[in-house]
């Protein structure tokens, strides 16, 4: 098992910049892909984003693509999502969760390990 912590949400103005981390422990880190999601009020689980074991596949939803990068440091135990040019409707719960398959999946049902979220409000 891996245990999961967020860290790192907050209020940011809208164009503003945040920095999200995950921190793991428990078994190896390395074994596991790596995803972020969000849920909104009101709204369903999405994907944002999701690097593999090693990081060298990263792979986006398209609402975010070109603003936010993943990126993981498995010397640290570490995921992080860098979100540039933020916009009101990336408000939302931020989540990470871990995957013991390493193939591309976007669907929340299929990972295996989640945190507890980081509260993320952008203002307009």
């Known amino acids: 098992q891996v245990q999961l912590v967020e860290s790192g949400g907050g209020l940011v103005q809208a164009g503003g910049s945040l920095r999200l981390s995950c921190a793991a422990s428990g078994r190896s880190f390395s074994t596991y892909a790596m995803g972020w999601f969000r849920q909104a009020p009101g709204k369903e689980r999405e994907f944002v984003t999701a690097?593999?074991?090693?990081?060298?596949?990263?792979y986006y939803a398209g609402s975010v693509k070109g603003r936010f990068t993943i990126s993981r440091d498995n010397a640290k135990n570490t995921v992080y999502l860098q979100m540039n040019s933020l916009k009101p409707e990336d408000t939302a719960v931020y989540y990470c969760?871990?995957?013991?398959?390493?193939?591309?999946?976007?669907?929340?049902?299929?990972?295996?390990?989640w945190g507890q979220g980081t509260q993320v409000t952008v203002s307009s």
């Open positions: 969760a871990a995957r013991e398959l390493n193939s591309r999946s976007t669907a929340p049902r299929e990972y295996d390990y």
């Open positions: 690097i593999s074991r090693s990081g060298g596949t990263t």
